[in-house]
């Protein structure tokens, strides 16, 4: 059965620094992983897509890197901001189904 | 850009009473999703539906919950006889096709409370 674990739980930062969120899967039969954001009481706003074959991704200040026989995904964030402040989530896609697994989050808080 | 909504943003009801859950998904997708998260955890799978019909369900969705899709716009999730541990926000997604290459696009949520 598939299991995503997302670590730190919780991290503070201070303004300005690059920061490393780690989502870990106990299959790495995946179709694809995805990267969200939730703000509180907000629904989830999609980031990233990684395919299984591919290895990374970019969107501005955002980047996932995907190493699927290891069963890890990260999301840098650069030059992090306040507006970064949000909970980040990643999902997984089994093969052969399109639901997403999601992981237990990362509550991050960027401090000014 | 286009969004999936969902109403009430809030419902607030009596444990044993039916309650339905309105989503209006992105006019162009096929694949729709219910998921829901219990303060504090995880975000969980219910159901997926496709063509109308149901294509995968979750071990939660048992015979109390049923979906629906009414006309060509809304999505629905009824709750025939809610219980205390109903209580959750249920989010609705949609997806514009069925592969991998498409990400599926959520909506806020209906925060559902069981009193």
């Known amino acids: 059965k598939q299991e995503v674990t997302q670590i730190p739980a919780a991290l503070s930062v201070p303004e300005g620094e690059n920061l490393v969120l780690n989502c870990s899967f106990t299959?790495?039969?995946?179709?694809?992983l995805q990267w969200f954001r939730q703000d509180p009481g907000k629904g989830l706003t999609s980031l990233l897509l990684?395919?299984?074959?591919?290895r990374e991704q970019t969107s501005g200040r955002l980047n996932a890197s995907l190493d699927k026989s290891s069963g890890r995904s990260t999301l840098y964030i650069a030059a992090s901001q306040p507006g970064d402040s949000a909970t980040y989530l990643c999902?997984?896609?089994?093969?052969?189904?399109?639901?997403?697994?999601f992981g237990t989050g990362t509550r991050l808080k960027v401090l000014a | 850009e286009p969004e999936v909504t969902q109403t009430p943003s809030h419902q607030v009801t009596q444990m044993g009473q039916e309650v339905i859950l309105r989503c209006v998904p992105i006019?162009?997708?096929?694949?729709f999703y219910w998921y829901r998260q219990i303060l504090g955890q995880k975000v969980e799978f219910l159901v997926s539906f496709y063509n109308n019909e149901i294509s995968e369900k979750s071990e939660i969705f048992d015979d109390q919950f049923s979906v629906e899709r009414p006309d060509g716009s809304n999505f629905t999730l009824k709750i025939r006889s809610t219980k205390l541990e109903d209580s959750a926000m249920y989010f609705c997604?949609?997806?514009?096709?069925?592969?991998?290459?498409?990400?599926?696009?959520f909506g806020d949520g209906t925060r559902l409370s069981i009193l």
């Open positions: 990684i395919q299984s074959s591919q």
């Open positions: 006019s162009n997708h096929l694949y």
């Open positions: 299959d790495s039969a995946i179709y694809n």
């Open positions: 999902a997984v896609t089994p093969p052969g189904t399109y639901k997403y697994i």
């Open positions: 997604a949609s997806r514009f096709m069925e592969q991998g290459n498409q990400p599926q696009h």
